[in-house]
């Protein structure tokens, strides 16, 4: 089964050999999504929320470009730095999904760059190709 790289427009350049997504069989995976700017620098520093809030909206980015929705998310995998930023980043993930949650699991974990408090895996479900 062939996969394809999804590379949003506006894209940079991967801070390690990865693609921001790849697609296969109507199965969309989402690269580990931190929250950095096209130069890989860390944005919002110190504020989970609006690092989530940057994180949700890349992980969206990759998954309308792959030609679905938020609401194709099946599954996160999140990590975050510190568990007193929990409630913040469970604040922000519950406007990017409003309705039924997609399944997830949360582990503390050390980041990429230390000033990134959040990273974020989606699996989303796109449907076959025609």
Known sequence: MPMTAIIPPGSGKPLAPYSPGTTADGIVYVSGTLPFD??????HVGDAAAQTRHVLNL?????ETAGGTMADITFNSIF???????????????????????????????LVKPDALIEIASVAHVGKPA
């Open 38 to 43: 096209k130069d890989n620098n860390v944005v």
């Open 59 to 63: 992980i969206k980015s990759v998954i």
């Open 80 to 110: 975050l730095t510190d568990w007193a930023n929990y409630g913040a980043i469970n604040a922000v993930y519950a406007e990017f999904f409003p309705g039924d949650k997609p399944a997830r699991y949360c582990v503390q974990s050390g």
